[in-house]
């Protein structure tokens, strides 16, 4: 089914399922433990060996030799794999760094040997009487020497120019010119990647922690070299992502070959250090914006450099990626560089692009708005672009309503009680500030498949290789199906992740929700035009509504169709290439600084967020929360240490890097506008999980800024960088 034209009115605006909030319906497994977890499925192999890989002490170089026999006679040991003995596995699109094989080292813990043994215990004892020598090799591993000389990314395509922005930069009687810094940052999921793997004859079955299915299948059959239709990939529960299990890493790749060598099912997790620096982190950036405005702040110029580095000089952070999309400005210029820096491999962390890039852009507005005196919701409001994308006039946004954002949520928050002049108001020993930033996260859609079929006991079982991160795929893939075919939810079972099922959107890039519910959709319209042709009626223009079907003046059971199955998918036409299909926020943050320690306090935290129809209130929101504590990390505390002598990341676990949870802000609120997107989907939904990065951390820097009058463009905003220029306590 293709998606050509923007929806009508169809069922789901009259919708009795989709749209309200609804706990989720995996809950009762997850809170009781029966929630199968990929290193947890005893069931699929409860003769499963235990894996260990052993990671590089070296950043960039060669093995010169390993000895492994003492490990290999180690108790309980049956086998031990040997990168210098194995020759390098594939490559594939999804991966930049290599992830097993040969001599050559690119990264700090790249995989070179996996022990397997009888127990865990057995083989981590083993693992450590391995004794590796290396030629090790000189590298730089500062982002900040490195980017001078970085070229523009996309093979010199990443420089965007529209008017003249130097001479308008030049013109500008008010204008800013700032450079800000974010650091690495890793995804520190609680679920480490962990992968079951177990060999019939030729054929492949890995019980493993992924986010994109399909993907996973035919990435490791390129990296392995088989045909992908001779693996499965099974993974049904994902215990946190955030873009760290979209492509597959060693956890795998060594599972399946430890379990060809041990000729029996192997079971590895990667220990925590391994999952800082031997999967993917989000590559620092180092970022100059460049804004003039008119006096009465109507914005002329936009300039927004980035550098970034990565292990193979491609695909870095591109923290431009919101500025063409947020504010007017007729002038404008965007640069994005990426050097090759041969730290652990970057790739995508939640929000790729925009959530760093916000922290700069962001707080760039804010400083224009004090340089300005003018309120910083005002001149976000009067620099509204109108129906053109600002940055590409030919598109238009498809929906857009961040001005309503900011007012209803200045209105919310309280936003008039902030005093503009820092550092003025206080509460004993605390000083009080309030920040504010504007918040944009694309909202892509992907064709997205599914099956549904009807059993003999009225239920209505829909199957996809779609995953849940804990967004709660299963419950808004539910309300579809329940909402479509006129079923109480109680009579659907959703079965995901396992790529024997049609090949779905997969959970990434904000696309998962809107892209897998229209697929589950588009299956549901099959089944019914096929219940329809059984029964005799027109089975789009039928009513269904609970477990009933009236037609042509007619009644029917749904029941009176037996059993029955049908696939189908939503694809897209090429109308939606006229249209920015994007999401957008206002957020708002209160700190209290400790202005005797500097001790920073979130106190309480508000986003309103323009995403289309909110298929299930309860989850989102959920979603938000979760993504604006990710972001007051982000501001405030998460850093990956970069030893620059080595090469690695030297707080490669939770003890060293501080993630920040729930408890740690009193107060989060989340407001969902009533708006529709006709041009995303039938639903008219857009993802959100990913919007509640884009901005939150800004609102928290500026709201410190505000309580302290200290400026501090080098993120995470930590005491070092402000203690000593803190007000004067009288």
């Given at each position: 089914m293709e998606f050509n034209a923007p929806a009508g009115e169809n069922l789901f605006d009259k919708a009795r399922i989709v749209g309200k909030s609804t706990p989720r319906i995996d809950g009762p497994l997850k809170t009781t433990g029966t929630a199968p977890y990929a290193y947890e499925r005893h069931d699929v192999a409860p003769d499963a060996a235990y894996g260990w890989i052993v990671g590089s002490a070296i950043a960039k170089g060669r093995i010169t030799s390993m000895d492994v026999e003492d490990a290999r006679n180690a108790p309980g040991v049956i086998a031990v794999i040997a990168a210098p003995e194995t020759k390098p596995v594939g490559t594939s699109p999804y991966n930049h760094a290599p992830l097993f094989g040969g001599r050559e080292v690119a990264h700090y813990h790249q995989a070179i040997a996996c022990v397997v043994a009888e127990t865990f215990e057995q083989a981590r004892a083993a693992a450590h009487l391995i004794r590796t020598?290396?030629?090790?090799e000189a590298a730089e591993y500062d982002l900040a020497e490195l980017a001078p000389q970085a070229p523009l990314a996309d093979g010199g395509k990443a420089l965007h120019k529209r008017g003249d922005f130097d001479a308008a930069f030049d013109a500008a009687p008010v204008k800013i010119d700032a450079t800000y810094h974010t650091p690495d940052e890793s995804h520190a999921m609680m679920e480490p990647h962990a992968t079951i793997a177990s060999w019939k004859g030729e054929e492949l079955t890995l019980w493993t922690s992924n986010q994109m299915i399909n993907w996973g299948k035919e990435a490791l059959g390129q990296i392995l070299g088989i045909a992908p239709e001779k693996i499965r990939l099974d993974s049904p529960y994902i215990g946190g992502g955030f873009g760290?299990?979209?492509?597959?890493?060693?956890?795998?790749?060594?599972?399946?070959?430890?379990?060809?060598?041990?000729?029996?099912?192997?079971?590895?997790?990667?220990?925590?250090?391994?999952?800082?620096?031997?999967?993917?982190?989000?590559?620092?950036?180092?970022?100059?914006?460049?804004?003039?405005?008119?006096?009465?702040?109507r914005i002329t110029a936009v300039g927004h450099e980035n550098w970034s580095g990565n292990i193979t000089g491609t695909d870095g952070e591109d923290g431009t990626a919101q500025t063409p999309k947020l504010y007017a400005g007729a002038n404008r210029m965007t640069a994005n560089y990426t050097a090759t820096l041969p730290l652990p491999e970057g790739n995508a962390m939640r929000a790729p692009g925009e959530a760093a890039g916000h922290l700069a852009f962001e707080v760039a507005m804010d400083e224009l708005a004090e340089a300005l005196a003018m309120c910083p919701v005002e001149l976000r409001i009067k620099n509204d672009p109108g129906a053109e994308v600002p940055g590409d006039p030919s598109k238009r946004f498809s929906e857009r309503h961040l001005t309503r954002?900011?007012?209803?949520?200045?209105?919310?928050?309280?936003?008039?009680?902030?005093?503009?002049?820092?550092?003025?108001?206080?509460?004993?020993?605390?000083?009080?500030?309030?920040?504010?930033a504007g918040g944009y996260r694309g909202a892509p859609i992907q064709k997205s498949a599914a099956g549904v079929r009807l059993s003999g006991d009225g239920m209505l079982i829909v199957e996809t290789d779609m995953t849940d991160i804990g967004t709660g795929s299963y419950t808004i893939i539910a309300q579809t199906a329940a909402e479509t075919m006129g079923l109480p939810l109680d009579r659907v079972r959703v079965e995901l992740g396992d790529s024997r099922y049609p090949v779905s959107s997969g959970s990434?890039?904000?696309?998962?929700?809107?892209?897998?519910?229209a697929g589950v959709y588009a299956a549901c319209l099959v089944l019914r035009r096929a219940i329809g042709e059984k029964l005799g009626f027109d089975g789009d223009s039928a009513d269904f509504t609970d477990g009933a079907i009236r037609a042509n003046g007619k009644s029917f059971a749904l029941n009176d169709a037996g059993e029955m199955s049908a696939d189908g998918e939503m694809t897209y036409g090429d109308f939606q290439s006229d249209y920015d299909l994007g999401t957008y926020a206002g957020h708002f943050c209160e700190v209290a600084v400790d202005a005797y320690t500097g001790e920073t306090h979130i106190r309480r935290m508000l986003s309103v967020c323009d995403a289309g129809r909110i298929l299930n209130p309860l989850s989102a929101r959920s979603q938000v929360i979760g993504a604006m504590v990710m972001s007051a990390g982000a501001a405030l505390t998460e850093e990956l240490a970069v030893d620059r002598r080595f090469g690695y990341f030297v707080n490669h676990d939770l003890a060293g890097y501080e993630v920040p949870v729930h408890a740690d802000i009193?107060?989060?609120?989340?407001?969902?506008?009533?708006?529709?997107d006709s041009v995303i989907s039938p639903l008219k939904a857009k993802g959100v999980g990913e919007l509640g990065i884009c901005g939150p951390g800004s609102a928290v820097a500026n709201a410190v800024y505000n309580a302290t009058g200290v400026r501090v463009r080098e993120y995470p905003i930590t005491l070092d960088k402000y203690l000593d220029r803190l007000p004067a306590i009288g």
């Open positions: 020598r290396y030629d090790r760290g299990k979209l492509f597959i890493r060693a956890d795998a790749v060594l599972a399946a070959l430890a379990s060809k060598a041990a000729q029996r099912p192997v079971k590895i997790a990667l220990q925590r250090p391994l999952i800082f620096n031997n999967t993917t982190h989000r590559p620092a950036t180092i970022q100059r914006v460049r804004l003039g405005a008119t006096r009465d702040g954002c900011l007012k209803e949520g200045a209105e919310r928050f309280g936003w008039s009680k902030r005093k503009a002049k820092p550092g003025q108001v206080r509460e004993g020993r605390w000083l009080i500030g309030m920040g504010v990434g890039g904000q696309w998962g929700a809107a892209s897998s519910t009193p107060h989060q609120d989340v407001v969902f506008l009533d708006t529709l």
